[in-house]
């Protein structure tokens, strides 16, 4: 399987006229707010460095005005970064020309939109051949395609309604389909789901992890809800002020969070779902009967022993190797938002 | 009791004009450079225009020549192509029953042929230069005093050099309701694609999609309500110019106006005006219904 | 007692001519719309207000509209240059029933209407002398959107003289023999239509009436008939006629110009009346008003101080010494 992982080196972006000429004081330490008073530019990203792996989600999480979204559009440069590089396969996305650029977007990126973005004058089905379309393909070809994806978002007998003839959650698959339709390697969600109401949000997310199983796509999610982006993320990065400011997995996150705004963040999370029976076992229980395979969750550890009645268990690997043990008072202390961080 | 005029200096009182002499030799020496500009590239001019007047001359003889019944029965079809609307199907063949009866059937085919013409004229060269106006912001500062000075300066003015250029008859009249008839086709395809969502505009971006599939698939398609307005819009102004027209020549309801405002026909004006209105309203009402079928997508069936 | 009524006469005349003066007041002109009528209303107005104290306000329009306003509102009271050919059935009566009177029947010497042809067109075809001669070659006259017939550019609609031409045009058979009637639309297509032909060097022929602007500017040709006139009775009741049934061939009437006043004016104006009976312009000196006011571009008025200052000899016949030096002395 080709390698689809993307590597964000050293990104910058200076928003206004002449945001070149300040790169080099914004690298030498010159502050937002400084920036922003003195050269009345404002400084959208600094220095942005993340691995996003192949094949998986990788998840940037931040507030509004974090720079998220900036941070999404470098990876198909729909903004032109002021310095720093985007490396797919060996190119530099922001180095390419604009027949590459064109070219890359056709064929492997695809992107969701947080409002949905669709064509109005177009119908379902045309909505979601729009990107193949795009790239030559023949109407019959683009049509079963298109079809294919809309059943597998739900959305098969809707073929010929027009987008605002569907609720916010329908067309947002329409949206999905579209992406799914282009067949890129990269998936781009911008906040895809945030427009959503919070049932039809989990719906979706569901609907996406499901996919993600089969298809294998790197997709970069964007979100500003924790819970969302511990449930998607693979990795996780957080951004704040044009910044990160601490990536990893989500466990790593939430059991060590940087700095007091993401603990912040953290606190309300439900860890039970987040934190993995490999981080808190230890050699104790080891020979228990009962066994939990290595990477279920907290929360579900609890229910087993709620269910079985027992208060220790052996976390066992893939291969069915014993390779540590969990009490239940172990799973309810890490369970449990510590007091202080 | 003194004035304010004989406190004041003489300067100030009359205006320094640029002396008779000057001023003369002004508008000799434009005159004289417009003539000689008319001499070098007259022909050249008409050469150019000469295919639009054959096709004019043609479209013209055609409609004149097609039977009564039959004609009636194509307006009746294409209005209800564009309108799906039994009333102004109806509307349209009682007013041109009305018309043919009263005697003037000969001069609404002329009036047809120059109104279509002139509109099919106006769209073609409209809507690419609209296109261009929305492309580029210096381009639209260039073309909109352009487009007011074409809506704003008395019709007689460029009747002038439309003479010169290419003589008395309907491609002269032609070129005159098209100046002033085209700004709003050209405005309102600036404005319509300009106002094209911004958020699908990043979507075409994101997906690939070329300069070229971006304007045909989404821009021009989005800005259709609009330029449909525009389109309407030109019609109308065209219909207003007929009159205008007529002075240097060209054929139909708007030579009768004229006609009866110099002999103070009173009834010959009212009928030729209350035809040219008809005319106006089917237009209206066809291109507004059409506009709004274009826009079907937009009725919300969800809520 | 001879003396008496000598010096009783005399004052009756001083006091009368002084009357006049304080009478004059406020006069409504009409201010024909093409060259010549400028001309001549300008320097009516001109003279009238200087020299006799008027206060004249010119009316602007066509020969139809300015003759509805007279006859039917008595609006406005003078017409100086009153085409009357294409009137006569209106005016006729009108003078008849004395609701108008003609103060002056010929104010402008050398006047005619008919059919015309640029100087270089009768210079190349040298054989071709008369309007017969000329409706044989309908190809020397293109029509630029039906190539294969010949142009004649008639009288814009409305006008009086367009059923002239129109009957014309059929007396002389010009349909079949590969003409076509053009309707220029306005006297500015018309003009339009000489001056592009001849700023292309193209063949022309059509209708226009002298002396005018046009006419001197371009050395325009007026082309005979090559008919005699066919009678009063076939133009009256036929050639002016909309659409009748029979016209023969003829050469144009001759033309006639008035300046005619209303009745309440006729009876009132006094010695104004007498100005403008005694005020007739030779052609030749209206032939070259009309080139100069062609080539400088010039409006009305100043082509009326033009005319006051180049022919003083011309204008201080019409009007008594003192008038002529208080008329002098505004200029």
Redesign the interface.
Known sequence: MDDNSIEVKGLYKIFGPHGEKYIKAVQDGMSKDELNAKHNHVLGLKDINIHMPSAKIQVIMGLSGSGKSTMIRHI?R?IEPTAGEVIYQGNDICQMSKAD???????K???V?Q?F???????VIDNTL??I???GIGRAECEEQARHWLKRVGLEGFEDN??????GGMQQRVGLA?ALT?DADIL?MDEAFSALDPLIRMDMQSILLELQEELHKTIVFITHDLDEALRLGDRIAILRDGAVIQQGTGQEIVLNPADAYISDFVKEVNRGRVIQVDTVMTEKGKRSKTSVESGTSLENVAKMFSDTGENTAKVVDADGKAIGGITMKATINAMVTPATH | MMGLKDVLPDVMTEFPEMGRADIRDFKKGIDGAFKDFVREYGELIEGFFYPLKIFLSWFERLLVATPWPLMIIIFAVLVWLGARSWVIVVGTILASLLIGYLGMWEDMMKTLALISVSTFVCIAVGIPIGILMSKSDRMQSIIVPILDFMQTIPAFVYLIPVMMLLGIGKAPGLIAVCIYAMPPVIRLTDLGIRLVDKDVLEAADAFGASPSQKMFRVQLPLALPNLFAGVNQTIMMALAMVVVASLIGAQGLGSNVLKAVNNQYLTLGIMNGSAIVAIAIVFDRVSQKFGKRLQKHSETVHG | MKRLLATSAVLAATLSASAAFAECGDIQMAEFNWASGELLANVDKFILEAGYGCNVELIVGGTTAIFAGMNEKGQPQIAGEQWVNALRDLLDPAMEEGRLHAVNKAPILGLGEGWWIPEYTAKAHPELKTALDFIEHPELFPDSEDPSKGAFIGCPAGWGCQHVNNSLFRAFDMEAKGWKLIDPGSAAGLDGSIAKANERQENWLGYYWSPTSIIGKYNMQSVPFGVEFAGSENWDSCIVVEDCPDPKPTSWVKSEVFTIVTDDFMKNGGEINDYLAARVYPGDVMGSMLVYMADEQAAGEDAAIEFLTKYEDVWTTWVSEEVAAKVKGAL
């Open positions: 198909n729909l650029l064109q070219e890359f977007r056709r064929h990126t695809a992107m939109f409002k973005a669709l064509l109005p004058h177009r119908t729009f990107g379309e795009l790239q027009y987008p605002n003839q569907l609720s579209r282009n781009l």
